[in-house]
C-alpha cells in the first residue's frame, strides 16, 4: 500500500515537471525566445498588409511604367531606381507600352517574382485597379507613381499637385491672352492626370468664359497620349476654325510638339501662345526660340527621391506620414503632392537648366545667337 502510494506521488511529481516544461498548453511546446513569425503573404492582417523586411535586408522593388512614349520616363525610371539602390533596394522595371491588359499581366509577373511593394505608374486609371487587388491578395502593398489609381484601396499615392499644374498653364496664357478663341488639346481620358491637368486649366478659364472674354472653340481629349493624335486634333481645331484661334493650351509638352507642327504647317508658328508640361528637352528647346510660349517643370528628382524612399518605408513596415488624402472614388488615399514650377524664358535658366534637368547647350543649341 504503501508502495504504491510513493509512485503514485512519483508520477504526480512527473507530470507536474512535463506541465511546466509544456507551459501547461495542452501538450504543444511554447519557446519564448523564437521569433515571432511574420504575417504570411498569402493571409495579411487587417491592418498590416505584406511581409515586412527588417533593416539590412535587401527590399525587392516592382515598378510597373505605362510606357516610354514621353521622354520624362525614362528619367523617372533611372533616377527612381538609382535612389531605391542607394537605399539597399533591388528594382525590376517593366513598361507596357501603353497596353492594358499587358501592364497587368506584367505586375502579375513582378508579383509571382515575389516583390515586396509593387510601384505603378498606371495607363488606364480604373483599369489598374485589378494590379492593387491582385498585390493585396499577395499581401503586397502598392504605392501609385505620379498617376493616381482609381476605386482601388491603393496604399500611398505621390505625384506633384496636378491642378495646380494646369492653373499655371491657363494663368501664364490668360495673362498674354485676356480675350479671345482658345483651343485645349487634352491628354489621354484613361489618365486621371489628364483630368486633373484640365480642371486646373478651367479653374482659371470659366471665369473669363462665363464673362464672354474667352470662347473655348475646341477641345479634345488624346488618345494615349500619343503626339500624333494630338496632330489630327490640332489640325481639326484649325481647319474647324478657319486658322483663326488666339492661343492653346496643351496637356503635356508631347501634345504640344505636335501643336506647334500643326501651327507651323499653317504659317502660326511663333504667333499663336502655346502652354505645355513636363519641361521636356525639345519644349524647352521651344521655349528660347518662341515658338511655345511655357512648361511647367516637375522636379522629377524630387518625385522619383520621395516615392524611393516611402517604397522603401512601406516594404519595411515604417510609418509613412502625410498631410494630405485625395479621394480615388473608392477611399481616401494617403498622398504626398508636389509643387510645380512654371517656366518661360525669364526663369528657364535658373530652374531646368540650374537643376541639370537639361544642359544649357542643349537648351539653346536651337536658338539663334544674339547680335
Request: aromatic share 6%.
Amino acid at each position: 500500500m504503501r508502495k504504491g502510494f510513493k509512485q503514485a506521488r512519483f508520477l504526480l511529481l512527473v507530470l507536474g515537471v512535463t506541465c511546466v516544461l509544456s507551459a501547461c498548453d495542452g501538450g504543444t511546446t511554447s519557446n519564448r525566445y523564437l521569433e515571432p513569425s511574420m504575417p504570411s503573404k498569402a493571409s495579411p492582417g487587417a491592418d498590416s498588409i505584406g511581409n515586412h523586411k527588417i533593416s539590412g535586408e535587401k527590399i525587392k522593388i516592382g515598378f510597373s511604367l505605362d510606357s516610354f512614349q514621353e521622354e520624362r520616363w525614362l528619367k523617372d525610371r533611372d533616377l527612381f531606381k538609382s535612389t531605391a539602390e542607394a537605399l539597399g533596394a533591388e528594382v525590376s522595371t517593366m513598361a507596357a507600352g501603353g497596353d492594358d491588359a499587358k501592364q497587368i499581366s506584367q505586375a502579375e509577373t513582378l508579383i509571382t517574382q515575389g516583390v515586396d511593394i509593387l510601384v505603378i505608374v498606371p495607363h488606364n486609371a480604373e483599369a489598374t485597379a485589378a494590379i492593387v487587388k491582385k498585390a493585396h491578395l499577395s499581401g503586397i502593398k502598392v504605392l501609385a507613381y505620379d498617376r493616381l489609381v482609381k476605386n482601388s484601396e491603393v496604399d500611398l499615392y505621390v505625384s506633384f499637385d496636378n491642378e495646380k499644374v494646369g492653373e499655371l498653364q491657363a494663368r501664364a496664357i490668360t495673362k498674354l491672352v485676356p480675350k479671345g478663341k482658345y483651343v485645349y488639346i487634352g491628354g489621354a481620358d484613361t489618365d486621371n492626370n489628364a483630368h486633373l491637368f484640365k480642371q486646373g486649366v478651367f479653374n482659371v478659364l470659366q471665369p473669363l468664359i462665363d464673362r464672354g472674354d474667352i470662347t473655348v472653340v475646341y477641345d479634345q481629349w488624346t488618345k494615349d497620349w500619343a503626339p500624333a493624335n494630338a496632330l489630327l486634333n490640332m489640325r481639326e481645331a484649325l481647319r474647324a476654325n478657319g486658322d483663326q484661334i488666339d492661343a492653346v493650351i496643351a496637356a503635356n509638352d508631347a501634345t504640344a510638339t505636335s501643336v506647334v507642327q500643326a501651327l507651323t504647317e499653317a504659317g502660326l508658328a511663333g504667333k499663336i501662345p502655346v502652354a505645355g508640361q513636363d519641361a521636356d528637352l525639345a519644349a524647352a528647346q521651344r521655349i528660347v526660340v518662341g515658338t511655345q510660349t511655357m512648361t511647367v517643370y516637375k522636379p522629377i528628382k524630387q518625385l522619383a527621391d520621395t516615392a524611393a524612399e516611402l517604397a522603401v518605408k512601406l516594404a519595411r513596415g515604417e510609418s509613412v506620414q502625410t498631410d494630405k488624402k485625395v479621394n480615388n472614388g473608392k477611399t481616401e488615399v494617403p498622398s504626398v503632392l508636389l509643387s510645380p514650377i512654371a517656366v518661360d524664358t525669364s526663369n528657364i535658366d535658373n530652374t531646368v537648366i540650374a537643376d541639370g534637368f537639361h544642359s544649357r547647350e542643349d537648351v539653346y543649341k536651337l536658338a539663334k545667337p544674339k547680335k
